[in-house]
């Protein structure tokens, strides 16, 4: 634990002007980014007293071992660069919301030339038109299955649209009124186009109009008795009337704003947003945070504006957003929302009426929303902490295992091994850290391993020492280890470079190292470790048999009971790695099976082969050409034609494939290899 006043600037060396400033950790990782109107006045009530700081802060600043700013023109670029930074470096000690689910968005893919309705959930693309999000997507579906009638725009797959132009006929959306079917060209582009327009602008929140357009249009077809036509507008008023229903109006003026609530407590906040599009509700959205950092209700309020907006633009940044607290840089914010949306953007708190009767509404929604993840979570936590003191128990750690890391190697029948590593923080899976190994088949003293040809063992041992070599070279370019007299380097060592903060691949160092396998894969990744001179890392097997939990040394297992929270977080943690690992195995066989003879030329990418392909048809026409016929395709050198050439002659068949079932010769000179019939028992 560090002293700040060891790394505490000079008194004059901190300028009195707007910045940012980071601290780092004694390997050079970023733990804390914050910004300031003054970093001169900032940056002193860190180094105060630690006894007199916020418990948080504290750790903080006991974590760092030194600190740094940069110094800019406005407090707009500094909420700016502060957002980027924490965005790329992922501190640990700064506020950071997460979505308590992933919510469901109403899009319209403008950037198509036949526009498609649809749900979609995650990031955001370029082009696409949203509404929402929303609390579930069956309210999505019934939204615009009432809308469809009305507006019959595509909603249809590429690949079900793509078929029914090919077949001449229309699915049956376009048979019952519901897609104006562009497929087959009952609509032009440019008419199915205006259709997605008028749809979004109905979504949009402009329906009065259109409304008033299709009454005046039924009052019309009634008065020159076309009944059928005013019939048929009256029922697509009626089910548009029914699609604004499922929206009641909570504003009265048709506003457009946002309105933001917070609830917390001493340890966590929740923050519900509510997205109102023409004075009707048009979406939801909900995060849960850790208050690691002393942070109040305004500074909840700024880290969520900038989560929410930081990659909006134009429209999707309303006029008004409505906050419990005003954070302490509102008129920065506001400029910087101003920016985003191209137009004047009011941050403010509502005091009466309407807009104070919604924000308590919003309110009450993160009240709810923090009781129901508290909930959970003290479930989760309970049991994962069982589990976690159960294996410690059991093994006879010196603590808890928090960073567990699993391996597991899978082939079939000895061909295309591969190797992965699953990494389990606090009982979590942590994706993010997962990492894939192709076996080489070669790793140090190889002359320990008798036999010829690859085996789980030996790649065991391979795998293990692969990732903390990496993690020992990692710690060489922080200077935190270095190799002693006499030690030999490790291979492709580096000298100590600058770290640009952000989180290494291999930097840190699991509690417990697990197998899959049981004495000699553990006896394996022992033997890695040793080698390494690593020896504060714990390292246990699960034999899939008996769920036997086997020790470095032991001659007997540890058998954990069924019911053991700790057993079932090991296998959870096996299970993990083995599903990974047979993932990787296959994608490299298949890739392996569907390649052909011009996969082997090296420097032809993609692009060229298909050219090649679609110049002569097939392979076998383009091994049978010359090369200065190979010239002649676009994009083909003489040397690359050479080349094409002696690797398709290097590939030639002995002879014609023929199809056993029916003595036909089959045109294409490397049949299909078909699949094995089994992969149970092969793939481990």
Same mark, same amino acid.
């Given at each position: 634990? *560090? ?25 050079? $990782? ?11 006045? $900032? ?125 001449? $006929? ?98 966590? *906040? ?92 919003? @309110? ?87 036999? !010829? ?73 022992? $033997? ?49 790695? @083995? ?69 398709? !002659? ?35």
């Amino acid at each position: 634990m *560090a002293d700040p006043s060891s790394y505490r600037p000079q008194p004059g060396q901190v300028p009195d002007s707007p910045g940012v400033y980071r601290f780092r950790d004694e390997h050079r $990782r970023v733990i804390y980014v914050g910004k300031a109107k003054s970093l001169r006045q $900032r940056l002193a009530n860190y180094f105060q007293d630690v006894a007199g700081l916020h418990p948080r802060t504290a750790t903080m600043v006991t974590t760092a071992a030194s600190v740094e700013w940069t110094v800019v023109s406005t407090e707009v670029e500094a909420l700016q660069l502060e957002y980027s930074w924490i965005k790329e470096y992922d501190p640990r000690f700064n506020v950071k919301y997460r979505d308590d689910k992933s919510y469901p968005s109403l899009a319209v893919t403008l950037n198509e030339e036949f526009p498609r309705v649809q749900v979609m959930r995650g990031a955001k693309k370029k082009g696409v038109r949203y509404f929402g999000p929303y609390a579930h997507a069956w309210a999505i579906r019934e939204t615009v299955d009432l809308m469809l009638r009305v507006f019959p725009v595509r909603t249809c797959s590429a690949g079900v649209f793509k078929r029914s132009a090919q077949i001449g $006929r229309p699915c049956l959306l376009g048979y019952i009124g519901k897609c104006s079917a562009p497929c087959v060209g009952r609509v032009s582009p440019e008419e199915h186009r205006e259709l997605a327009d008028d749809f979004c602008d109905f979504m949009a929140g402009r329906t009065g109009a259109y409304l008033s357009r299709l009454e005046k249009e039924m009052h019309a077809a009634a008065e020159e008795m076309e009944y059928e036509k005013a019939a048929r507008l009256r029922d697509d008023i009626g089910a548009l009337r029914r699609a604004m229903e499922k929206n009641a109006v909570v504003l009265a003026d048709a506003t457009d704003a946002d309105i933001v609530a917070v609830a917390e407590d001493e340890l966590e *906040a929740a923050v519900q947003i509510f997205h109102v599009r023409g004075g009707r509700v048009r979406g939801q959205r909900g995060w849960v945070t850790d208050k690691v950092e002393a942070v109040d209700t305004a500074g909840l309020v700024e880290h969520a504006l900038q989560q929410l907006y930081g990659e909006e633009s134009g429209e999707s940044v309303p006029k008004e957003v409505l906050v419990p607290a005003l954070p302490e840089d509102t008129p920065a914010l506001s400029e910087w929302l101003a920016a985003r949306r191209g137009s004047q953007v009011s941050l403010r708190i509502p005091q009466r009426g309407d807009k104070k009767s919604l924000m308590e509404t919003v @309110h009450r929604n993160a009240q709810q929303s923090l009781a129901l993840h508290k909930t959970r979570r003290a479930s989760d936590l309970t049991t994962r902490s069982r589990a976690l003191e159960e294996i410690a128990a059991a093994l006879d750690l010196d603590g808890a295992p928090l960073r567990i890391e699993c391996f597991d190697i899978s082939h079939l029948q000895g061909d295309d091994v591969v190797a992965s590593m699953v990494v389990f923080e606090d009982g979590l899976a942590r994706k993010s850290e997962y990492r894939r190994f192709q076996i080489k088949g070669r790793v140090g003293d190889a002359q320990i391993w008798h036999g !010829a040809g690859q085996d789980d063992v030996r790649s065991m041992h391979e795998v293990v020492s692969r990732r903390f070599r990496r993690y020992l070279q990692e710690k060489l370019k922080t200077g935190e280890w270095s190799p002693e007299d006499g030690e030999d380097a490790l291979p492709g060592e580096q000298a100590r470079s600058e770290d640009d903060g952000r989180p290494k691949r291999f930097a840190y160092p699991p509690q417990l190292v697990v197998v899959d396998g049981g004495q000699p894969q553990v006896a394996a990744a022992q $033997r890695a470790l040793t080698e390494l001179g690593i020896d504060d890392v714990a390292v246990c097997g699960l034999a899939k048999r008996l769920e036997e939990v086997w020790l470095p040394g032991e001659d007997d297992p540890v058998v954990l009971p069924r019911t053991s929270e700790g057993l079932y977080l090991l296998q959870r943690v096996r299970d993990e790695a @083995h599903r990974f690992a047979i993932q990787y195995q296959r994608n490299k066989r298949g890739k392996r099976l569907k390649a052909g003879p011009l996969d082997e030329v090296p420097g032809l990418g993609e692009t060229r082969k298909q050219a090649l392909i679609k110049h002569f048809g097939s392979v076998k026409k383009l091994r049978g050409a010359t090369i200065d016929q190979i010239c002649e395709v676009p994009g083909i050198g003489r040397k690359t034609a050479e080349t094409v050439a002696a690797a398709l !002659a290097a590939a030639t068949p002995a002879g014609p494939a023929v199809n056993t079932a029916t003595g036909e010769i089959m045109e294409d000179e490397r049949p299909a290899p078909a699949e094995p019939s089994s992969e149970r028992g092969a793939e481990q």
